[in-house]
């Protein structure tokens, strides 16, 4: 295991949110650990292929990872301030995929739910 590698596992577990390849960079320059976009998104993908991370897409263009294999849960994400905040649901939404798939014939393999407006900071 490279120490980019080793680092960018370590960030992904201590940080508080998801978070985008730009974000690992800029903590990578902040220790004196120097990688390149190519070589971060190369273990981004490569770690995320081991299904040891998992990819997030909040709309807004930008890819944002967190570790795999945690609690089940989704993010209210602030479209003022940027904050995100993880949740869990009441109901379980993966039973509810499987349950409506296979009424109709589609088998689920996932699914990506997130909620967007204004934190109370922002409202």
Known sequence: ???????????????????AANDLLEQLAKDKLHANKTTVYRELSFLEKQSAIKSIDFGDGTKRYEVAGGHHHH?????????????????????????????????????????????????
Do not use: Q, W, Y
């Open 1 to 19: 295991m490279t120490t980019v590698r080793r680092f960018m596992i370590t960030a992904l577990c201590k940080a508080e949110a998801p978070l």
């Open 75 to 123: 993010h209210l994400i602030c479209t003022d301030c940027g904050s995100v905040t993880d949740i869990e649901l009441k109901n379980d939404v993966e039973e509810e995929g499987v349950r409506l798939g296979g009424a109709h014939g589609f088998t689920v393999t996932g699914h990506s739910l997130e909620f967007f407006g204004t934190c109370k900071k922002c409202s």
